[in-house]
C-alpha cells in the first residue's frame, strides 16, 4: 500500500494553483482599483473643502472690510487681514477697491509687493483656481448691492501634498 499514489492530486493540483492565481490576479485588481478610487476621491473632496474653507475665510473678510472701504481706513482693513495669522496655509491675501487697487494687504513671512487683482469675469461673482502649489480665491465686497471692492487669497497646497505623500508611505508600508 505504500507504493501507491493517487492520481487525482497531480491531475487536480495544476488547475488549483492556476484558479488561485486568477483569483489572487483578479482580487489584486479589485483592491487596487478600489485604492485608486478612495484615493481619487480624497484628493477632489480635499480640494473642494479648500476651496470651501477659503470662500468662507474671504466673505468674512470681505463682510469685515465693508467699514473700511466706504470710510477710507485702510488700517481697519489691514487689521481684518491679519486676523489670517490662524491659517497657516494662508500666504498672501489682499482687498482690493472698486477700481481694483491694493487697499490693504496680509503677507505670512514679510510684507511684500501687492499682486495684481486677477482678471475675474463681471458675471462671476467669485472664482478659484488651482495654479502649481497654490490655491487661489476671489471674493466681491458688496454694499447696498453694489461692488465696491474684492477680497484675493492665495493658500499653498502644502498639506494636500503631505495627505498624498502619507499615502504612499501607507501602500509602501503595507506592500
Not at 463681471?122 to 502649489?133: G, I, K, L, V
Not at 498624498?164 to 506592500?175: D, M
Amino acid at each position: 500500500m505504500t507504493g501507491v499514489q493517487t492520481c487525482a492530486l497531480p491531475i487536480y493540483y495544476p488547475i488549483a494553483k492556476k484558479l488561485t492565481a486568477i483569483n489572487l490576479l483578479v482580487s489584486a485588481a479589485a483592491l487596487l482599483l478600489a485604492c485608486m478610487a478612495f484615493f481619487t476621491y480624497d484628493f477632489y473632496t480635499f480640494r473642494v473643502n479648500i476651496v470651501r474653507n477659503l470662500s468662507i475665510q474671504s466673505e468674512i473678510i470681505g463682510e469685515n472690510s465693508i467699514s473700511a472701504l466706504v470710510f477710507n481706513d485702510p488700517q481697519s482693513a489691514a487689521n481684518t487681514l491679519a486676523a489670517l495669522q490662524a491659517s497657516p496655509h494662508i500666504f498672501y491675501a489682499e482687498v482690493y477697491d472698486s477700481a481694483g487697487h491694493p487697499f490693504a494687504g496680509y503677507w505670512r513671512a514679510h510684507a511684500g509687493e501687492a499682486l495684481p487683482l486677477p482678471q475675474v469675469a463681471e458675471s462671476q461673482q467669485r472664482a478659484h483656481w488651482f495654479d502649481r502649489d497654490q490655491v487661489s480665491v476671489t471674493h466681491p465686497i458688496l454694499f447696498q448691492n453694489k461692488r465696491i471692492g474684492t477680497v484675493f487669497i492665495r493658500s499653498d497646497l502644502k498639506s494636500m501634498t503631505a495627505r498624498l505623500k502619507s499615502y504612499g508611505q501607507i501602500g509602501r508600508a503595507h506592500v
